[in-house]
């Protein structure tokens, strides 16, 4: 059976087979639909930091690094503003990675091994912000396809005689901590190689480019925006969030400061259970068959970003766990290649069947995972517009209760606002964000004035619509005036 297995594997025609499958499959769930989603609060803020930043304004969002929004913002220049531009070039950089984990591990595990990483990669979910989180215009997927792009780098220039890809990676690992700066963990896995490899002539002078490289593209994506105050700004933003916390809801509880498996949580919740018990048997097979030098370097990235995010920091987003995926992916898929060749031979059978069934079982939430990106379409907020220019309703203020601006700024701009003394106000609008309860302003108006608002139901919002007037605030309280 295994010979058989071996025959098969090693037959150009299926490897070419499989591979036009992987590649056909990779291309739908990066760029099908890429559209579809509704625009996030948190995309919008790039989108704009990104138009802004290529016109010279460097006012907006500097809480955060500036490179991804550049890339952004350089997107929109091609192929206009708004969130299809910059999306696209997400799912680019997306694509890139699983080609670059197949150029990296082709050699390390064979091909099988290879494609099944960047498969592993390109074809399961990584939900936290819609079915896929790098198919929207968001800091953290560009900030991981560098990162990745870099570890994987550095390592064929270990194991080879290219010292230029020294600095290529110095470089890549600078666009990815100026994209967004959690990263910035996993600098000691670049001084973990030469230990690997016991190079150390190669991390006196190849370690010099590689930090020559970091540096100067650190400095010239930070040159427009002033280094010193961008990093203060940053850094005192940051360090007020992690004190003051952000408010966070999991299971229908609202917690100010995430609890510390909250990122764990949001990844199971975003991966699906098959998938991380699939990648627990990679994982344990990984580190029990034959824990070397590349088990030890891919483990050790994936343990900074799990620590870091886990236990070192305070916040947790349903996007987070998106950062360590792809080093946890690589470690299963070194795993399950390797699982055949346990070295027990009457458990060489039954190892095989195990990964063989390991593998193809992945293929269902990979299906689910294609159906979804199928159906993605205009949602909720998104809806709104078209709503109220059925209803004739004119030109003015929108007044946004349970709901954040992070929800209607994306669609309605400055016509929303969550504060009742902005008005008047053509509309209402009543989200379900239970972090914000309607005010008392609010909730007496609709008890008192139910019959002169017409309600619907849009997209899962409640609009109260005023039947003869608009909605303003006299003496503490909201009123319809004519």
């Not at 030469?194 to 994506?221: E, I, K």
């Given at each position: 059976m295994p010979?058989?297995?071996?025959?098969?594997?090693?037959?150009?025609?299926?490897?070419?087979?499989?591979?036009?499958?992987?590649?056909?499959?990779?291309?739908?769930?990066?760029?099908?639909?890429?559209?579809?989603?509704?625009?996030?609060?948190?995309?919008?803020?790039?989108?704009?930091?990104?138009?802004?930043?290529?016109h010279g304004a460097f006012s907006f969002n500097r809480e955060h690094p500036p490179t991804a929004k550049y890339l952004f913002g350089?997107?929109?220049?091609?192929?206009?503003?708004?969130?299809?531009?910059?999306?696209?070039?997400v799912a680019l950089l997306t694509f890139g990675v699983g080609v670059a984990l197949y150029w990296w591990l082709r050699r390390e595990i064979g091909y099988w091994g290879a494609l099944l990483a960047a498969a592993l990669w390109w074809l399961t979910p990584r939900g936290g912000a819609g079915p896929r989180v790098d198919r929207l215009a968001l800091l953290d997927p560009v900030m991981t396809a560098f990162a990745v792009l870099a570890v994987a780098t550095a390592w064929v220039w270990m194991r080879g005689d290219r010292w230029w890809l020294a600095p290529v990676s110095g470089a890549l690992m600078a666009l990815s901590v100026t994209s967004k700066v959690s990263t910035v963990v996993l600098l000691p896995v670049f001084?973990?190689?030469?230990?690997?490899?016991?190079?150390?002539?190669?991390?006196?002078?190849?370690?010099?480019?590689?930090?020559?490289?970091?540096?100067?593209?650190?400095?010239?994506?930070?040159?427009p925006m002033g280094i010193r105050s961008a990093i203060r700004y940053?850094?005192?933003?940051?360090?007020?969030?992690?004190?003051?916390?952000?408010?966070?809801?999991?299971?229908?509880?609202?917690?100010?400061?995430?609890?510390?498996?909250?990122?764990l949580h949001f990844m199971e919740a975003g991966t699906g259970v098959l998938l991380l018990v699939v990648l627990a048997v990679g994982v344990v097979a990984a580190l029990a068959i034959r824990a070397d030098r590349l088990?030890?370097?891919?483990?050790?990235?994936?343990?900074?970003?799990?620590?870091?995010?886990?236990v070192v920091a305070k916040i947790a987003l349903p996007t987070y766990y998106s950062a360590w995926m792809p080093f946890?992916?690589?470690?299963?898929?070194?795993?399950?290649?390797?699982l055949p060749r346990v070295p027990v031979r009457r458990a060489v059978p039954v190892a095989t069947a195990l990964s063989l069934v390991l593998v193809v079982s992945l293929v269902v939430p990979s299906v689910r995972l294609s159906q979804d990106i199928a159906r993605q379409h205009p949602t909720g907020i998104a809806l709104l517009g078209d709503y109220l220019e059925e209803q004739h309703v004119p030109d003015g203020k929108i007044l946004f209760v349970s709901a954040t601006p992070g929800l209607f700024v994306p669609y309605v701009a400055e016509r929303g606002t969550t504060r009742a003394d902005q008005g008047p106000y053509v509309a209402i609008v009543v989200g379900n964000d239970r972090r914000f309860p309607p005010s008392g302003a609010v909730t007496q108006l609709f008890d008192s004035e139910r019959s002169r608002f017409s309600v619907a139901e849009v997209g899962g919002l409640q609009v109260w619509l005023p039947k003869d007037g608009r909605v303003v605030l006299q003496s503490g309280a909201l009123t319809v005036q004519g």
């Open positions: 010979s058989r297995l071996s025959a098969l594997a090693g037959d150009l025609r299926i490897r070419a087979g499989v591979a036009a499958v992987v590649l056909l499959w990779a291309l739908y769930q990066c760029f099908w639909n890429i559209g579809g989603p509704n625009i996030t609060g948190d995309e919008d803020i790039y989108l704009r930091a990104g138009w802004q930043y290529v350089l997107a929109q220049l091609v192929a206009g503003q708004g969130p299809i531009g910059p999306r696209v070039l001084l973990l190689l030469p230990v690997l490899f016991r190079a150390w002539r190669r991390l006196l002078v190849g370690g010099a480019t590689w930090a020559a490289a970091f540096g100067l593209v650190f400095v010239v994506s930070y040159v940053m850094i005192e933003f940051q360090e007020g969030q992690n004190t003051t916390g952000h408010p966070i809801t999991i299971g229908g509880t609202v917690y100010r400061f995430a609890p510390w498996w909250a990122n088990v030890a370097y891919v483990g050790i990235a994936l343990a900074l970003l799990v620590g870091f995010y886990v946890l992916l690589v470690l299963a898929a070194i795993g399950l290649a390797r």
